[in-house]
């Protein structure tokens, strides 16, 4: 399959267009306001909290967003959510300049910014659908995170020369540009819009939506592995820094190395998936997205044994493409196997409990992966890791959740 499958799709280009400027806009304001919680309070403690912060929108609102967002309009929901994002922007960096900007107020809009996309990203799984014919969702999804990866990889190495080179006000002032661009692009798609009746309570179309969940094993089996997903991520994240000082006696070059190395494997990923999934089913993507954690875990300790710290740090690198390639991979067959098997009606309250639930994993591992710390080294955690993934890939595949995922299943509307 190739992408040139698209070359007419001009309101679905329009769509990926302004979801990259997203990305972009999103992976400046993330190191960013970091940078400004900091700078303003000089106490690490509240840049944790302001992270923290940014989670809890996503873990407590989604699924309620997603169901209010079902019977609207989601290209306005969509428009609206960038423009007042940029606003929000805005608003910061006119208080910074009048020097009436705290920790409480940047704490305040990172909540937000983090509500507006509980609306936003919800509402954009059912556009790709209504974008393009179901023969292109593989393609067309391919297409769209490709454009959103190599975005967040401008983004994030933008960000730290544009703050080190022209200062917070120009960064931020790029930042809110690139919402209103999204805002704009979005604005300008034409297609046919489903019914948007709001006959129903949002409390019962919540309802309805985890009911339609629960009707459907494979829907739970979705849910399950994006709950794995995001869990598999928390360790190294959690533990980037320390691994580059205590395991390989490195500094903060080690972390870019991983990031970098994530980003670029995320972009690789989501080029090349069109290419292989036709060989893709669900049994082959556990094996991959398990299989490639456990080796990424076990070998980031072995390739730490080598004397050479340049052999330590492209081995480290490697694998980070590796692992972020994998992950890819399986995000992407499960947006595909959910644009496949969720009825168009439901599209948005799916989409929005599976990355509620898959996000919840994030605080609840990482927590668990502090009091870890405490009893173990970084070697024996990652170790451990590593194998206990291997473990839990084996269960279940034993359990058949691969079949599950791939037997067809009708709906009942």
Not at 263 to 290: C, D, E, H, W
Request: net charge positive; proline share 2%.
């Amino acid at each position: 399959m190739k992408y040139t499958q698209l070359k007419n799709e001009k309101e679905f280009f329009k769509l990926a267009i302004a979801s990259a400027f997203n990305r972009f806009g999103d992976s400046i304001d993330a190191l960013a306001l970091t940078w400004l919680v900091y700078a303003l309070s000089g106490n690490a403690m509240y840049s944790a909290v302001n992270f923290g912060i940014n989670y809890l929108p996503t873990i407590i609102l989604t699924p309620i967003m997603g169901a209010f967002i079902e019977k609207r309009n989601k290209k306005r929901i969509m428009a609206l959510s960038d423009i007042i994002r940029a606003s929000l922007v805005i608003l910061m960096i006119t208080l910074y300049m009048t020097n009436q900007l705290n920790v409480y107020i940047i704490m305040f809009i990172t909540f937000m910014i983090s509500t507006l996309e509980t609306l936003r990203v919800p509402a954009s799984t059912p556009l790709v659908a209504s974008l393009v014919s179901k023969d292109k969702y593989d393609i067309a999804q391919s297409l769209h995170t490709s454009l959103s990866k190599g975005a967040e990889i401008i983004g994030m190495g933008l960000a730290g020369f544009l703050l080190s080179t022209n200062g917070i006000v120009f960064t931020f002032i790029i930042d809110a540009s690139a919402f209103v661009i999204s805002s704009l692009l979005i604005s300008w798609l034409h297609f046919t819009q489903r019914n948007t009746s709001h006959k129903q309570s949002t409390l019962l179309l919540l309802k309805e939506g985890f009911k339609y969940t629960k009707t459907k094993p494979s829907l739970i089996q979705l849910c399950i592995l994006a709950c794995c997903i995001n869990a598999f991520l928390v360790p190294i994240n959690a533990f980037s820094s320390a691994l580059s000082v205590e395991v390989y006696h490195g500094g903060p070059q080690m972390v870019s190395y991983l990031s970098i190395g994530f980003s670029v494997g995320s972009v690789i990923g989501s080029v090349i998936y069109p290419y292989i999934v036709s060989y893709m089913n669900a049994k082959r993507m556990i094996q991959t997205l398990f299989g490639g954690a456990s080796v990424f875990y076990i070998f980031a300790i072995v390739f730490s044994y080598f004397s050479l710290q340049l052999v330590k740090s492209f081995g480290l690198f490697i694998l980070a493409i590796m692992f972020g390639t994998v992950v890819v991979f399986a995000n992407m067959y499960s947006q595909l196997m959910i644009l496949k098997k969720v009825h168009s009606s439901y599209l948005a309250r799916f989409s929005a409990i599976t990355n509620s639930l898959g996000v919840s994993m994030i605080p609840l591992v990482s927590f668990f992966m502090s009091f870890l710390s405490s009893l173990f080294s970084i070697q024996n955690i990652f170790i451990f890791t590593g194998i206990f993934v291997m473990i839990v890939g084996g269960i279940l595949l034993y359990k058949s959740i691969d079949e599950v995922i791939d037997q067809d299943e009708n709906d009942d509307i």
